[in-house]
């Protein structure tokens, strides 16, 4: 659980310093750039806690070292000198359509599980924004698409400290997570069946999968975007795009034996539970207290101090509805609460209710046109419109607010670069379902 952090309260104070035009110009400050986990911020800790984060860096480095050696060996083996990057596409997320049991086991679900197990990284996880829906990954091409920054631009934080090693592998955009339970699925379908011999790799590659989950959890108990760890902001703890979330979410459900992963090892379903819990335990540490009260979350945390941090130019620490949107979904979905979850599940929805905002709307509804449009999306006032959250609310004060890829900070979203306004999603519908949910969900958890 956390206060709000020095360097929030700093950016506040400073705000009028940096931009003595602030009160016309509505812009509050500027982004700064997430700090990476390093063997010196590791050594500053308190002893007892140095252990556990060096075997944890060693081990992430080692992990590193025999993936690009993997690679490198079978491209050698197979003659590749000009290995191809994997098909970047949107094919992924027609995974996610809900299908029936029966459809895991049949062709189309064996063909892409089959592309899948090609791109599984040999540490266990996968990259992301590949079209795993297209062909298997040939011996010796990469592992990834092309997730370069178009944007890209000097002292961006954008930029990979090797920009032929990025985002390999990922709980980014839905990756990782995504094939184990996609695999996990075809497995269940196909052992249903009397299948076990086509079912062997695939429950193969979920079991490899979840130890990528189990290694990759940093030892408070939260996840990096990234891991082998990459730097930059991708070492933070990312909730961002429901990263973390997702890991805690398979890791319960193996431990908990849910059915498309009864055939997951005791042995390693046992192991899943602790990390399970360490993961739900550290995400309520994580939950922000304003004066006092607990509120959301952020987007991604200081590995090493838990304190709210940036990611890309535009993505500043600050409270984020759409991720907490989905933690307190998650927290009312667990079958027998804690008092600690109870508690932040009580307090979040209190401050959705507070920040819910009405009469406006962002964009015409539209957003194909939006875009065509010569001024893009722009916040509007329309009576009886909303509620609606802003993706961003300032620690402390919970005003909305909004970065655009110059690293300003914004107090108006329609001050923002055209660019901006229209290709990032700065306000939600979230909380609407979400506290119809709550109201049911309190009157069986009483305070």
């Given at each position: 659980?956390?206060?709000?952090?020095?360097?929030?309260?700093?950016?506040?104070?400073?705000?009028?310093?940096?931009?003595?035009?602030?009160?016309?110009?509505?812009?509050?400050?500027?982004?700064?750039?997430?700090?990476?986990?390093?063997?010196?911020?590791?050594?500053?800790?308190?002893?007892?806690?140095?252990?556990?984060?060096?075997?944890?860096?060693?081990?992430?480095?080692?992990?590193?070292?025999?993936?690009?050696?993997?690679?490198?060996?079978?491209?050698?083996?197979?003659?590749?000198?000009?290995?191809?990057?994997?098909?970047?596409?949107?094919?992924?997320?027609?995974?996610?359509?809900?299908?029936?049991?029966?459809?895991?086991?049949?062709?189309?679900?064996?063909?892409?599980?089959?592309?899948?197990?090609?791109?599984?990284?040999?540490?266990?996880?996968?990259?992301?924004?590949?079209d795993m829906t297209a062909g298997p990954r040939a011996p010796g091409n990469r592992y990834d698409s092309d997730n370069l920054d178009r944007f890209a631009s000097p002292g961006d934080f954008?930029?990979?400290?090797?920009?032929?090693?990025?985002?390999?592998?990922?709980?980014?955009?839905?990756?990782?997570?995504?094939?184990?339970?996609?695999?996990?699925?075809?497995?269940?379908?196909?052992?249903?069946?009397?299948?076990?011999?086509?079912?062997?790799?695939?429950?193969?590659?979920?079991?490899?999968?979840?130890?990528?989950?189990?290694?990759?959890?940093?030892?408070?108990?939260?996840?990096?975007?990234?891991?082998?760890?990459?730097?930059?902001?991708?070492?933070?703890?990312?909730?961002?795009?429901?990263?973390?979330?997702?890991?805690?979410?398979?890791?319960?459900?193996?431990?908990?034996?849910?059915?498309?992963?009864?055939?997951?090892?005791?042995?390693?379903?046992?192991?899943?539970?602790?990390?399970?819990?360490?993961?739900?335990?550290?995400?309520?540490?994580?939950?922000?207290?304003?004066?006092?009260?607990?509120?959301?979350?952020?987007?991604?945390?200081?590995?090493?101090?838990?304190?709210?941090?940036?990611?890309r130019n535009y993505e500043m620490a600050a409270l984020s509805s759409d991720e907490s949107a989905s933690i307190v979904a998650f927290l009312m979905d667990l079958p027998e609460p804690t008092s600690a979850e109870?508690?932040?599940?009580?307090?979040?929805?209190?401050?959705?209710?507070?920040?819910?905002?009405?009469?406006?709307?962002?964009?015409?509804?539209?957003?194909?046109?939006?875009?065509?449009?010569?001024?893009?999306?722009?916040?509007?006032?329309?009576?009886?419109?909303?509620?609606?959250?802003?993706?961003?609310?300032?620690?402390?004060?919970?005003?909305?607010?909004?970065?655009?890829?110059?690293?300003?900070?914004?107090?108006?979203?329609?001050?923002?670069?055209?660019?901006?306004?229209?290709?990032?999603?700065?306000?939600?519908?979230?909380?609407?379902?979400?506290?119809?949910?709550?109201?049911?969900?309190?009157?069986?958890?009483?305070?």
């Amino acid at each position: 659980m956390r206060k709000i952090p020095g360097s929030s309260l700093a950016l506040l104070a400073l705000a009028a310093f940096l931009f003595p035009g602030a009160a016309s110009a509505q812009v509050i400050g500027r982004n700064v750039i997430a700090t990476p986990v390093t063997r010196q911020r590791i050594e500053m800790l308190p002893k007892p806690q140095q252990k556990a984060w060096l075997h944890y860096l060693d081990a992430s480095a080692k992990q590193k070292a025999i993936d690009k050696q993997t690679l490198k060996s079978e491209q050698r083996a197979n003659g590749v000198t000009a290995p191809k990057a994997a098909p970047m596409g949107r094919g992924m997320y027609v995974l996610q359509l809900p299908h029936p049991a029966a459809w895991y086991g049949g062709s189309d679900a064996i063909r892409i599980a089959h592309n899948m197990v090609t791109y599984q990284v040999p540490d266990g996880g996968w990259s992301k924004n590949i079209d795993m829906t297209a062909g298997p990954r040939a011996p010796g091409n990469r592992y990834d698409s092309d997730n370069l920054d178009r944007f890209a631009s000097p002292g961006d934080f954008d930029q990979p400290a090797d920009p032929h090693w990025h985002y390999i592998a990922t709980l980014d955009n839905d990756a990782t997570w995504m094939q184990i339970e996609f695999l996990a699925r075809v497995a269940t379908a196909l052992q249903a069946n009397h299948r076990n011999a086509e079912a062997a790799p695939f429950r193969a590659s979920v079991e490899r999968g979840i130890e990528y989950l189990l290694r990759s959890q940093y030892p408070n108990g939260g996840w990096p975007q990234v891991w082998p760890l990459e730097g930059g902001y991708h070492d933070a703890i990312t909730l961002n795009d429901d990263a973390m979330l997702h890991a805690v979410e398979i890791l319960h459900q193996v431990a908990t034996g849910a059915p498309d992963f009864q055939f997951v090892p005791l042995k390693l379903a046992r192991r899943a539970r602790p990390a399970a819990q360490r993961g739900i335990a550290c995400l309520l540490r994580l939950q922000i207290r304003e004066h006092g009260i607990r509120t959301a979350w952020a987007q991604q945390y200081d590995a090493l101090t838990l304190e709210p941090t940036s990611a890309r130019n535009y993505e500043m620490a600050a409270l984020s509805s759409d991720e907490s949107a989905s933690i307190v979904a998650f927290l009312m979905d667990l079958p027998e609460p804690t008092s600690a979850e109870v508690a932040a599940v009580r307090d979040a929805a209190a401050w959705f209710k507070k920040v819910a905002i009405y009469g406006e709307r962002f964009g015409s509804g539209n957003l194909r046109a939006d875009r065509r449009s010569p001024a893009g999306r722009k916040l509007i006032a329309v009576p009886g419109a909303g509620p609606i959250w802003s993706r961003y609310y300032q620690i402390g004060t919970d005003r909305p607010i909004f970065g655009d890829r110059d690293k300003t900070i914004h107090a108006d979203v329609n001050d923002l670069s055209r660019e901006r306004r229209n290709g990032y999603a700065w306000f939600n519908k979230k909380g609407t379902g979400l506290l119809a949910e709550y109201a049911t969900w309190a009157k069986s958890h009483p305070a």
